[in-house]
């Protein structure tokens, strides 16, 4: 039995939430874009998977706005002073350093720019079934932002 839930964790942790294919982005980190709602100027500083798709965060005005990509307008131009691109990309397979007692393969489902660190979105935490088996409960914290130093890249 025992092996069955591992196997099921396993599957749970390397299945990407958006489905088979990666859905495209529509802006690139760093791009300069146009945010309709706040009719702004900004710099894409991030994108994640929410349910509703990518969310993307936005440096504008000294402040950091999250926008769905129907929010938004790309220039195709890069910040000028361009930071070192991040070393995972949306959807590959890495290794979780400290995963404790679960498998340490992980998917990355976003990539964040904080303070000029790249940070990376991994589940951490499993999904909770309940009882009966019949539903399965996730929760907000189970995403954890990491660090290149806490991933390590999957050698096929």
């Not at 910040?79 to 393969?105: I, T």
């Not at 000029?116 to 079934?129: H, K, L, N, R, V």
Request: aromatic share 12%; charged share 20%.
């Amino acid at each position: 039995m025992t092996n069955l839930v591992q196997n099921l964790e396993q599957c749970w942790y390397t299945s990407p939430p958006w489905g088979q294919q990666i859905p495209p982005v529509l802006v690139s980190l760093l791009e300069r874009v146009y945010i309709k709602s706040a009719k702004a100027f900004g710099y894409c500083t991030g994108v994640e998977w929410s349910e509703h798709g990518w969310k993307y965060e936005i440096f504008a005005c000294n402040t950091n706005i999250t926008v769905l990509g129907s929010e938004l307008i790309g220039t195709s131009n890069l910040q000028p002073n361009a930071k070192e691109k991040p070393v995972f990309r949306l959807g590959e397979l890495v290794e979780f350093r400290f995963h404790g007692d679960g498998p340490p393969v992980r998917i990355v489902q976003g990539i964040q720019l904080i303070n000029d660190s790249w940070f990376y979105m991994i589940e951490w935490m499993s999904p909770a079934i309940s009882e009966k088996g019949d539903e399965v409960f996730t929760s907000k914290d189970s995403i954890a932002r990491m660090t290149d130093y806490d991933l390590e890249r999957v050698r096929l």
